[in-house]
């Protein structure tokens, strides 16, 4: 018998989880970035390769989420990538003051850290995402998308205003207290939300698993193969590496468009950050209210959220280059607005049909589907946020201009994301559900080769 669907407190419980990670990641990726450019002058590539590293480790996501499927249970790969994501955490933030003195052993610590940040970070939100997946009833699934990723971005926001406070004054010892702090308190919080997550019925499946032959659970590369030959999530994963390499690209880049372009001050560029956030924010708010409302025909508006939403963020960076051409009497702030609400209504509305993508196919594998697609969008943010800088930087030096060399990569970000578009619209052919949905049907579920 299935457990009964999660309620809203569930889903909420669940959202800690992604708080805590939003914690933990902005500490590596933001505050360590800053210390490490700012306060230690170091030059700027620095802090960037290891964050790239860390994306590039999360393309391991596909071989956490096999694992999680392997053993039947979800909390154990969460609380397990928590905990390595707050030892990553801490160890990178010794490193960053330890580059200061022995820039050779802090670069190898750091490497080692940011290694083991991006190993958490894969295991414990894939795993998560696939325990989502199976406990949430289908017509929540917009809005328990919508709860998780904002639920993620409150951990960045409360994470910054506490350590805004703590860090004053700052010093290295400070820094590490807060690394402390941070890494034990969102462990915590991951742990009691995850507790108790899982029915009893997990425990059971698990054991039967663990007790089942080993010749009788496919390898790694047999799932990995059998979920690529779907050719819908095949198509899926095409659309999430496309869709999330014209997303990254355009992060790194606003702000210095800003101040470059119309000759912002940081203050005035930071602003700006905030109306494309705030956009994003009410992007995802709509698509979840609206997506809890739907019934039956969930599938087909969420996929027509998704091209909306990537059809929209198309037109805003139209508006962005246009602005370049036009100067100042463009509305730049509210085109940065459409732009993030236009990000936003994309973003929940695909994590939406990740989730309800992940529950097809031969067998139990979500959590190899959902590391599969998390694969391709680590992999998409590590490629693309390094070619929205490289490429604006390169242009500005041939062309010896600004303008023009940030309207081409923003008409270069547009035409990938109307590719996007295009990519899931395709989504419903369905000449791609002829594997997923006969599987599905046809097989009973099964648990590292034990079918229940």
């Not at 994590?351 to 959590?367: C, D, H, T, V």
Request: net charge positive; glycine share 14%; with cysteine.
């Amino acid at each position: 018998m299935s457990p009964a669907p999660l309620g809203w407190s569930g889903i909420l419980r669940l959202g800690l989880v992604q708080t805590a990670i939003g914690a933990m990641f902005a500490l590596t990726s933001l505050t360590l970035n800053r210390v490490m450019v700012v306060e230690f002058a170091m030059p700027a590539i620095v802090p960037a390769a290891f964050v790239a590293w860390n994306y590039v480790v999360q393309l391991s996501r596909p071989r956490w989420g096999y694992g999680s499927d392997m053993g039947g249970r979800r909390a154990p790969w969460i609380i397990g990538g928590m905990g390595v994501l707050g030892l990553g955490a801490m160890l990178a933030t010794d490193a960053t003051t330890m580059m200061t003195a022995s820039p050779l052993l802090g670069g190898l610590l750091a490497f080692v850290a940011f290694t083991l940040v991006g190993a958490g970070v894969g295991a414990a939100g894939t795993s998560l995402l696939a325990l989502l997946a199976t406990r949430v009833a289908p017509e929540r699934r917009p809005a328990a998308a919508a709860i998780t990723w904002i639920m993620m971005i409150a951990g960045f926001i409360v994470y910054a205003a506490v350590s805004g406070i703590l860090l004053q004054p700052f010093s290295s010892q400070r820094l590490a207290l807060v690394a402390s702090g941070v890494s034990g308190v969102s462990f915590l919080v991951a742990l009691m939300a995850v507790t108790g997550a899982e029915p009893r019925d997990s425990a059971l499946a698990a054991t039967a698993s663990a007790a089942a032959p080993a010749e009788l659970r496919p390898s790694f590369t047999a799932v990995l193969a059998e979920t690529w030959a779907d050719p819908l999530a095949r198509r899926f994963t095409i659309f999430v590496f496309v869709s999330m390499l014209a997303y990254s690209a355009q992060e790194l880049i606003l702000e210095p468009y800003a101040g470059l372009v119309f000759h912002m001050t940081p203050a005035q560029s930071a602003q700006l950050t905030g109306m494309e956030k705030g956009g994003a924010l009410l992007g995802m708010m709509l698509v979840g209210a609206l997506g809890a409302g739907i019934g039956d025909g969930k599938a087909a508006w969420m996929r027509l959220w998704t091209v909306a939403g990537c059809v929209g963020s198309a037109l805003a960076l139209v508006g962005l280059s246009a602005a370049s051409m036009v100067g100042p009497a463009w509305p730049l702030a509210p085109t940065v607005f459409a732009l993030g609400l236009a990000n936003g209504v994309f973003a929940v509305a695909a994590i939406g049909s990740m989730m309800g993508l992940a529950g097809g196919g031969k067998g139990s594998r979500e959590g190899a589907r959902m590391g599969l697609w998390g694969g391709a969008q680590a992999g998409a943010f590590a490629i693309g946020g390094f070619l929205g800088a490289t490429g604006v930087q390169g242009l500005r030096s041939v062309m010896h201009q600004s303008g023009p060399a940030f309207v081409l990569v923003f008409a270069a970000e547009g035409l990938l994301f109307l590719a996007a578009a295009v990519l899931a619209a395709r989504l419903d052919n369905p000449s791609t559900r002829s594997t997923s949905v006969s599987d599905a049907a046809a097989s009973p579920v099964e648990f590292g080769g034990v079918r229940s």
